[in-house]
């Protein structure tokens, strides 16, 4: 039986991840963390008893506390807390379903603590790849990709020589808006852009896919996890989602994993690698499936994917510029404070404002993202 903690549990890929372990039946479920939902983490606790669990604000602790006073589980709050059950003595695996750069801090601990990390945070690897990968390595703890395009390059590079691969191909749906032009993306709603084509997953994510923000942060994460040049790392747009990514070799073979657009495919392959255990669910019919199409990403559209090749180029401080203004533009959109094309133009304002650190330490990335946010409230 694994042990395992899930950081952001009342989430899109934290719920799920529970949803896996109520399947099998033989994961255990020793820590929780959540932000708001305190009456989906109460049902949680319930069900899969841990021995502890963390809330953002000391005041939902102390509700929560109340709630579950007939169980025995600590209740503990902010950042502190979050690291605490993230290096729980049994936890062998921390999922880190947690959304924004709060998952940064506990990540670094569990590798520290020896704790293998399913990871799904992506702003882990965007902002502090360089201290994250070189202390996975030292501490010998093995970082499982989560998202479903990294999942995939990692099934296809199960034993294989790394050294033979060419490139790496990241496969994009191209979002609701694909085939647009600018003028048609001026006034989008909200609504518009929440209209994911095939993947279910939360409001912050299912923006950036609408502006490939996300493919930018998934070639980000890729170069981290990989160890691949960007000039290695192309994205090729597959809109029916059949094809999660692929890998080319040195012989030009290309190794693909496919399979229908379910995120416990990979969150469950993350939590038995290298097992694989039966997932409920669609299978693809190849007979059913009219065609798989390609096209190349719209850059000059979707200018999130070059703004993100250029922050990762520059590298250091950069990407985390990149990141914390999407993600305040992201919120302000979804507050219908902006329109869907200011998200880019307060990214490369932001960029185009930073001077790059080199080699930033947590701190020094926490402090850019604050005065990246500073900078957008200053102006927007
Ligand atoms: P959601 O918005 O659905 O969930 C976020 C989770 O984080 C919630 O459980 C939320 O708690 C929790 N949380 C937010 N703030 C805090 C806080 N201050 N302290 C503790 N917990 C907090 O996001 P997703 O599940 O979609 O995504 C999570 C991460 O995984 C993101 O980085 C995303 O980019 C990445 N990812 C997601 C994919 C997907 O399919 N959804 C695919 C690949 C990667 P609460 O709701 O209780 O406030
Ligand atoms: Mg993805």
Request: aromatic share 6%; charged share 25%.
């Amino acid at each position: 039986m694994k042990t395992i903690a899930v950081l952001g549990s009342t989430g899109s890929i934290g719920t799920q991840t529970l949803e896996v372990a109520r399947a099998n039946g033989d994961l255990k479920i020793a820590a929780l963390a959540a932000g708001r939902n305190i009456k989906m983490l109460e049902n949680q606790i319930r069900e899969f008893h841990p021995s502890a669990v963390a809330v953002w604000e000391e005041e939902a602790a102390a509700q929560l506390r109340t709630a579950v006073a007939d169980l025995d589980v600590k209740v503990v709050a902010g950042m502190d807390g979050l690291i605490e059950i993230s290096t729980l003595p049994e936890v062998e695996i921390l999922v880190t379903a947690i959304v924004g750069m709060i998952g940064i801090r506990p990540t670094i601990e569990a590798i520290k603590a020896g704790k293998d990390i399913a990871l799904a945070n992506k702003e882990t690897l965007v902002t502090a790849g360089h201290i994250i990968m070189p202390l996975a390595k030292e501490c010998n703890v093995r970082i499982l990709p989560v998202d479903s395009e990294h999942s995939a390059i990692f099934q296809s590079l199960n034993g294989e020589n790394r050294e033979r691969v060419a490139k790496l191909l990241i496969t994009a749906s191209g979002g609701p808006f694909r085939g647009r032009t600018r003028e048609q993306l001026k006034n989008v709603k909200v609504e518009d852009a929440l209209k994911h084509p095939n993947w279910s997953m939360g409001q912050k994510i299912t923006i950036d896919s609408a502006t490939l923000v996300n493919k930018g942060l998934e070639v980000m994460e890729a170069k981290w996890l990989f160890g691949i040049d960007l000039d290695r790392i192309q994205v090729v747009v597959q809109p029916q989602s059949v094809i999660h990514s692929m890998v080319e070799f040195v012989d030009g073979a290309i190794i693909a994993e496919l399979g229908t657009p379910d995120m416990k495919l990979p969150i469950q392959y993350a939590l038995y690698y290298p097992d694989r255990r039966f997932l409920a669910g669609e299978r693809l019919d190849f007979g059913k499936l009219a065609r798989i199409t390609f096209e190349e990403p719209d850059t000059d559209v979707f200018s999130g994917l070059p703004l993100a090749y250029r922050a990762a180029g520059e590298g250091g401080s950069m990407p985390t510029v990149f990141n914390a203004a999407n993600e305040k533009a992201v919120s302000k959109f979804l507050h219908r404070q902006i329109n869907f094309l200011d998200i880019y133009e307060i990214i490369t304002e932001c960029m185009d404002a930073h001077k790059t650190i080199q080699n930033p330490g947590v701190e020094e990335i926490l402090d850019a993202e604050a005065a990246t946010y500073e900078l957008i409230e200053s102006r927007w």
